[in-house]
């Protein structure tokens, strides 16, 4: 069997042995993009389960919160402990010309995409250029 050790993985442990929580903060990775008029963003949430996921949008201010809780099987002494269990929290800023109203959000294979579109008046428009250089014949 192979392992590999890695001595702040080592640390942590101990540390959550013996006061009682993780010591590295828990993290919610996230990737946004765009492509065309609409904003994408993924979050990895795995373990999760979907209804522990909230949304919530204030002054443009997008905050995602998800809680993982513990599998804890009755008689089990736990071994290694590394998953980072409890509340996770998220917030992303979003600019004036996306549309929050209009929010989607999927969950599927422990990874939440939130769909977002831009405004309509936000959206590149063609403006129709008119000249007032027409000369004007002249009759007598």
């Not at 402990?81 to 549309?99: I, K, M, S, W």
């Amino acid at each position: 069997m192979l392992m590999r050790t890695d001595p702040f993985r080592e640390l942590d442990r101990l540390t959550q042995q013996v006061f009682g929580t993780t010591a590295r903060p828990a993290a919610m990775p996230m990737d946004a993009y765009r492509q065309g008029d609409t904003f994408f963003i993924h979050f990895d949430l795995p373990g999760i389960n979907s209804d522990s996921i909230s949304l919530t949008v204030e002054q443009n201010v997008l905050t995602v919160r998800a809680e993982r809780t513990p599998v804890k099987a009755n008689g089990a002494e736990m071994i290694v402990a590394e998953r980072p269990y409890g509340a996770f929290t998220r917030q992303v800023f979003l600019g004036e010309t996306l549309d929050a109203d209009k929010i989607a959000a999927d969950y599927a294979a422990g990874v939440l995409t939130l769909t977002i579109p831009v405004h309509e008046s936000a959206k590149p428009r063609s403006i129709h250029v008119t000249s007032s250089d027409h000369k004007q014949a002249v009759t007598a």
